[in-house]
C-alpha cells in the first residue's frame, strides 16, 4: 500500500458524511480544494544546511533535489488543482493538471486518495467501526486519465446510493497523483518568496 504525507494543512483534514446530507456544522456541503506540488524523495542522506533565512536555522538537507517521478512532471508554468466535494448526491472528485512536461505525454495518470473511515454500519448493533485504509480510498473514485497536451484531467463520483445507511467519518491522510506505481505528484504549497533577510 502506498503511503503519502499530505501537506494541505498542519492538521488532519477529515470529511463526515451523514446519511442524507454531507455536513459541516448541519446542513451545509463540503468541499476541499487545494494544489498539487512535484513530488520528491525524502532527504535521507543530509550533504548541505539551508540558510539562517529558513525557519530552522541550519536544518540538514539534501542537494541536489530528486523527483520521485524523473520521466514526468511540470514544466516552468505548470500546476494542479483538485476538489473533493460532498453533497446530499454524494461524494465527487475533481483534479486538473496543467503544464506537463513532455516526459508525461501519452502517459496514464491516477489520483489516489490515502484515507482512514469510521462509520457506525458495522454489524447488526450497528457499532461504529474504522475500516482498513486499503478499502477506504475507494470512497474517492476518479477515473485515470492519458496526458495530452500537457495537460489531464481526473474525476469521478460515488453517488449517494452506494453509500451506508449511516454517517461516514473520513480522516483524510495523503492526496497523490500516481503514473502507474510512481508518485508523480502530491497535494501541496507552493509558498512565494518572503521578506526576510538572509
Avoid: W, Y
Wanted: proline share 7%.
Amino acid at each position: 500500500m502506498r503511503t503519502m504525507t499530505s501537506a494541505l494543512v498542519l492538521v488532519t483534514a477529515g470529511i463526515l458524511l451523514s446519511p442524507s446530507i454531507a455536513r459541516a456544522g448541519r446542513n451545509a456541503a463540503q468541499k476541499l480544494k487545494g494544489s498539487f506540488v512535484t513530488a520528491r524523495r525524502p532527504c535521507t542522506d543530509p550533504n548541505a544546511t539551508v540558510s539562517p533565512s529558513f525557519p530552522v536555522t541550519g536544518a540538514k538537507a539534501c542537494t541536489p533535489t530528486q523527483h520521485s517521478d524523473p520521466q514526468c512532471g511540470f514544466n516552468a508554468r505548470g500546476s494542479g488543482r483538485f476538489s473533493l466535494a460532498v453533497s446530499k448526491r454524494g461524494i465527487s472528485v475533481s483534479v486538473k493538471l496543467t503544464g506537463l512536461d513532455p516526459g508525461c505525454e501519452g502517459e496514464q495518470l491516477s489520483l489516489v486518495v490515502d484515507a482512514r473511515a469510521t462509520t457506525g454500519d458495522c454489524g447488526s448493533g450497528g457499532a461504529r467501526c474504522t475500516v482498513e485504509d486499503s478499502e477506504s480510498r475507494f470512497l474517492f473514485p476518479a477515473r485515470p486519465c492519458i496526458v495530452s497536451g500537457g495537460e489531464c484531467r481526473l474525476g469521478g463520483a460515488l453517488p449517494a446510493d452506494d453509500l451506508p445507511n449511516s454517517s461516514i467519518e473520513i480522516m483524510l491522510l495523503g492526496i497523490g497523483v500516481f503514473r502507474g506505481s510512481v508518485h508523480t505528484f502530491q497535494a501541496g504549497f507552493l509558498v512565494p518568496p518572503g521578506t526576510r533577510s538572509s
